[in-house]
């Protein structure tokens, strides 16, 4: 087995596949992104933040699921070494995305979680999609993974301050848990109201006969 600092070296190496897919990747999403803009009349896509995850996060990782850091390891079992956050405003313009992505030629879906139906129990909601895109590069044309988190602002305030809060502290009181689940529950009710304004709203123009 290679060392640690030949493993490192050879990551360094296929960072390249990485690094190419996140553009092929960010270019396909921009593209929905302008067309889906057209279709719905409004900007469904508040913004996509986009991360190459460092090595010492890959190191971690591999560790916490009693994995060695090897190259095979790595390419394997890691699937978000090239992460998209896709934060929409409301919740049907998520799914509705997600439906845009599945027809998608160029971004092939490997696995998916839905976390918006089936939030975790800390209160994270969010849709997570593994995904895979080609990149060709000189010498070869590969298929490179990726994930894409997807969730509307509601969700991504919650989830980024839990987050800042440490979400990974395995000490996290029992109280603190309960008041993020409330909060969490409570920005659903906000997603859920926003939504049957849209809806509403979509109604009115309908019955007006507009489509401004
Ligand atoms: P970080 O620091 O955000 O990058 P997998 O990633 O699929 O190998 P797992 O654990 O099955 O492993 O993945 P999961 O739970 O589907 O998604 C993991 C990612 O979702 C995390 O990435 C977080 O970004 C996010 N996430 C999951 N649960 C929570 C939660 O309770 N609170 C918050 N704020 N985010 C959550 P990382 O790499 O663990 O962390």
């Known amino acids: ?23 092929v990747l960010e270019t396909q999403l921009q593209i929905i992104n302008d067309d889906f803009k057209y279709i719905k009349k409004y900007n469904p896509i ?17 560790d916490k699921n ?3 850091f090897t190259l095979e390891n790595v390419e394997k079992y ?24 599945r027809n998608s030629n160029i971004i092939h879906i490997l696995k998916e979680k839905d976390y918006i139906n089936n939030p975790k129990k800390s209160g994270y909601r969010s849709y ?7 990149v060709e590069l000189i010498n070869e044309k590969v298929m490179v993974k990726a994930e894409i988190q997807i969730r509307t602002m509601a969700m991504d305030l919650w989830a980024s301050l839990d987050h800042k809060l ?30 049957e304004l849209l809806t509403l709203e979509e109604e009115q123009k309908l019955i007006n006969g507009r489509d401004d």
């Open 1 to 23: 087995m290679d060392s640690i600092e030949e493993s490192l070296f050879k990551l360094d190496n296929i960072m390249i596949k990485y690094i190419s897919a996140l553009k």
């Open 46 to 62: 508040e913004h996509i933040k986009a991360r190459i995850k460092s090595a010492d996060s890959i190191v971690k990782k591999l």
């Open 66 to 68: 009693n994995l060695d």
């Open 78 to 101: 890691i699937n978000d070494i090239v992460g998209v956050r896709i934060i929409c405003g409301f919740e049907s313009d998520v799914f509705d995305l997600i439906d845009i992505i």
């Open 128 to 134: 997570h999609l593994v995904v895979e895109v080609p």
């Open 166 to 195: 440490n979400y990974k502290n395995e000490y996290r009181t029992e109280t603190i848990s309960n008041r993020l689940r409330k909060i969490s529950d409570e920005l659903n009710r906000v997603d859920n109201e926003m939504l």
